[in-house]
């Protein structure tokens, strides 16, 4: 069972290099989140995506894009990185069709840039 | 912004003693989740209690929601070495149209000290 799967596990960086993120699902869930987690500051939104073809924006989107073409995958593209995008990058995926349920995370990206 | 606010920040106590961490958010919820991350991992699903539930069980966890105080608790009892990991409390505000993720709150590093 692989549920939520995140590459890669740990990447540096150079500023103002583009770089993608992937997340892909085997559960079917309509929902997937990208959250980053820095010290002292617990887990905050980047983007979501609440089913194929559409996404949103959360309380960080800025200088993040991503895309939902299928249900499996929702890759975040970082289009020329910053220092202060140095973080943890958690994936996420809900089945919310179902009312009140829980998220399931990946095991989570590692950037730093520098 | 930070929807809910975990106290304490950390906590330590010994083996086999019961552990309560509070978390307080700010605005309607329609479900409180609370989550457990081991260093290095993802977050894992412990609890989910509805806006309209009082008091929920599940093994050793008891989470209550006092909506009036925005206000939730979670109860560990009988620690174990195992439940050392930080804790996350987390809001769904679903408003309805689609999920669009939840609001974290900052965290209570727990310490199982055997």
């Known amino acids: 069972i692989a549920g939520i799967t995140q590459a890669p596990t740990s990447q540096i960086l150079a500023a103002g290099r583009r770089m993608t993120l992937r997340c892909t699902q085997d559960m079917r869930h309509n929902a997937m989140y990208w959250y980053r987690q820095d010290l002292g500051l617990g887990l905050r939104l980047i983007h979501y995506s609440n089913t194929a073809g559409t996404t949103g924006k959360g309380e960080v989107p800025d200088g993040y894009s991503v895309s939902r073409a299928n249900t499996d995958d929702f890759p975040l593209t970082l289009a020329s990185a910053v220092p202060s995008q140095t973080s943890v990058y958690f994936c996420?995926?809900?089945?919310?069709?179902?009312?009140?349920?829980?998220?399931?995370f990946g095991q989570g990206t590692r950037l730093t840039v520098v | 912004s930070q929807q809910g606010e975990e106290d304490p920040q950390a906590l330590s106590i010994q083996e086999g003693e019961n552990a309560t961490m509070n978390c307080s958010y700010k605005t309607s919820i329609n479900n409180l989740q609370w989550y457990r991350q081991n260093s290095g991992r993802g977050l894992v699903h412990l609890i989910l209690i509805r806006s309209n539930e009082r008091e929920k069980h599940s093994g050793r966890l008891r989470v209550t929601l006092d909506t009036s105080k925005k206000s939730s608790s979670l109860l560990i009892t009988a620690s174990r070495a195992a439940d050392t990991a930080s804790y996350f409390c987390a809001t769904d505000n679903f408003r309805g149209g689609g999920a669009d993720g939840l609001t974290f709150g900052k965290g209570t590093h727990l310490i199982i000290q055997p």
């Open positions: 996420a995926s809900s089945d919310s069709l179902r009312g009140d349920t829980e998220a399931f």
